[in-house]
């Protein structure tokens, strides 16, 4: 297993937030073209990066901040630590083609997970919390999308997933949800 150290992120720049708007889209005919180390840390950034002391750049319930990011590539899976911007690789294998249901899925070279972790939620029932990860899962994956807009990426978030088979591949822990997985790359 591995560590990658990330690049510091751009934190400014970018197109104006209107052409954004009006640019976004989803895109499903990814070339293999790997995602380059700079892009990749400001795309992480910008989804949901720290932006203030504690902090990020997408809002969460309370700021409960329960959401994770694992991305899974040809070579592991890995899962983002925001504040030190490492990957830490946790499976060796490429699970890429494991994320979705779709013809499409695999070809990517990034798989975004997003993985919650609901025993940081209190004070709701069963309901409560599911609503809360996908809406904050929503608001991550917007950030994203806007990000792939200006970078010349394209994306699709999708929710067609076996999450009982990616989490067990996963060896995710009872408390942790996946919400939904987001392909990253280049146009065919």
């Not at 989804?47 to 319930?61: D, F, H, I, L």
Request: hydrophobic fraction near 40%.
């Amino acid at each position: 297993m591995k560590t990658i150290h990330l690049p510091a992120p751009a934190r400014t720049g970018g197109h104006p937030f209107l052409d954004l708007l009006r640019e976004r889209h989803s895109s499903r005919g990814f070339s293999d073209k790997p995602v380059d180390m700079q892009t990749l840390s400001d795309m992480l950034w910008a989804s949901w990066g720290y932006n203030r002391e504690m902090k990020r750049t997408a809002p969460s319930s309370h700021n409960r901040q329960e959401i994770e990011l694992y991305l899974a590539m040809s070579d592991g899976v890995y899962l983002w630590n925001a504040v030190q911007n490492v990957l830490i690789q946790v499976d060796t294998r490429d699970l890429r083609k494991s994320t979705g249901m779709q013809e499409f899925v695999g070809t990517a070279p990034i798989e975004v997970i997003y993985v919650a972790e609901s025993s940081r939620i209190t004070g709701k029932d069963e309901r409560g919390i599911v609503e809360t990860v996908f809406i904050d899962t929503g608001f991550i994956s917007e950030n994203l999308y806007l990000f792939c807009t200006q970078a010349g990426l394209i994306t699709v978030v999708r929710a067609m997933v076996d999450r009982p088979a990616l989490s067990a591949a996963l060896n995710l822990r009872p408390d942790q949800m996946i919400t939904m997985v987001q392909s990253v790359g280049y146009h065919k």
